[in-house]
């Protein structure tokens, strides 16, 4: 089976901590992007040879898009998708909730929403410089209730105004409304981002990792105790409502990413990556360059990818890929009797205690390759 990742690269504002490729300013070029959109996909489809199983719009800000635009880059995906049932996500900013909208989404066919609600304190959201506030969260999952779509919610913990209080109000939403995944990422200092700005400029603090560890073992706490099973390093899920589009990225299936900035795997050894430039873009028809991963590098990412979830590496893929090395038995068996790894289901995962460093025991691993 095999995903689709749409790029929609227009934002209404940019966000303080944000280095992912997208635009303020794109009125003059939206048509013509779009419809470089689709032929991008009648061009590159021949690269998926399985069934479409997930298609993904992130950004950006999908929710942008007019009910017209979004289904106009449907139309092409659903003729391969087969007989299954397909997930189809689009990522929402909270003031995109509107009846209008939830009415003409899931006449599309999208039945998931991942939406980036991000914090409940309004301060912090101005901090972020965020198009909504708090109360567009509350008014948007209110209307949601009476549709049937699943919903993620995206939420950011370790922002060094934000207090435990305010990552425990956000998280009470689970208990109002039928939020069935989360998604909580640790604020990150990103170069190229006005934080990262602020932050060497003296206007900011430096991120503390103190608080951004006792945020992330409340939200673990929090999601446990309401029944969400950790299943990624960042994302949690109620039974049977993980990520499909995401967990395919981490178990290494193919996927085709179309638009300014998006990559494509092949599910064996090729990775591709667009330009990351539209006006680039819209200029190309050969839009990606490439790259053949070597067995070493396959290796790498076996373990970067593995280590994040919740089933680690299995060790029955290490032939394929030249069998564990001495050296590198010797760091397993260092790394388990540091309790950092242990074997579960004949798969090295990481104990509950070090997923937040799991980046970090992975490259340990890697091969000079």
């Not at 590159?44 to 040879?49: K, P």
């Not at 289904?71 to 397909?86: A, C, D, I």
């Not at 990481?350 to 025991?361: N, Q």
Request: aromatic share 10%.
């Amino acid at each position: 089976m095999a995903g689709i990742y749409i790029h929609i690269p227009f934002c209404r504002k940019k966000c303080t901590y944000c280095d992912f490729h997208f635009s303020t300013t794109f009125a003059s070029y939206r048509t013509a992007l779009l419809s470089q959109l689709r032929q991008e996909f009648q061009a590159r489809i021949h690269e998926l040879t399985a069934p479409i199983e997930s298609i993904y719009f992130g950004g950006g800000t999908p929710s942008l898009l007019n009910p017209e635009e979004l289904g106009s880059l449907l139309e092409g995906p659903k003729q391969y998708t087969g007989n299954q049932p397909v997930e189809i996500t689009l990522e929402v900013n909270p003031e995109d909730l509107t009846e209008t909208n939830l009415s003409a989404w899931q006449g599309l066919g999208i039945n998931r929403l991942s939406i980036g609600v991000q914090t409940m304190n309004d301060e912090l959201l101005a901090w972020m410089n965020r198009n909504h506030r708090a109360a567009d969260t509350r008014k948007g999952l209110d209307l949601l209730q009476q549709y049937a779509f699943s919903v993620s919610i995206d939420l950011i913990f370790g922002v060094p105004q934000q207090t435990e209080a305010d990552v425990e109000e956000l998280l009470a939403l689970i208990d109002t409304y039928p939020i069935e995944h989360v998604s909580a990422y640790a604020l990150t200092q990103e170069p190229q981002t006005l934080l990262h700005h602020r932050v060497k400029t003296g206007k900011e603090p430096q991120l503390n990792d103190e608080q951004q560890v006792a945020h992330y073992h409340l939200v673990e706490q929090a999601l446990s105790t309401r029944g969400f099973e950790h299943y990624e390093v960042s994302n949690y899920a109620k039974p049977g409502k993980r990520a499909v589009h995401n967990g395919n990225y981490w178990k290494g299936k193919a996927y085709l990413g179309l638009g300014p900035g998006a990559h494509s795997f092949d599910g064996k050894s090729t990775r591709r990556w667009n330009v990351s430039n539209n006006a680039q873009y819209l200029k190309q028809q050969d839009w990606y360059e490439e790259e053949t991963l070597s067995a070493d590098n396959q290796w790498n990412e076996l373990w970067l990818t593995g280590l994040r979830t919740q089933h680690g590496v299995p060790t029955q893929l290490f032939d394929a890929l030249g069998g564990l090395r001495a050296e590198e038995q010797q760091m397993l068996d260092t790394l388990i009797k540091q309790n950092k790894i242990h074997v579960k289901h004949n798969s090295y995962c990481l104990t509950p205690d070090h997923w937040l460093a799991a980046d970090g025991i992975s490259m340990q691993l890697f091969r000079a390759g």
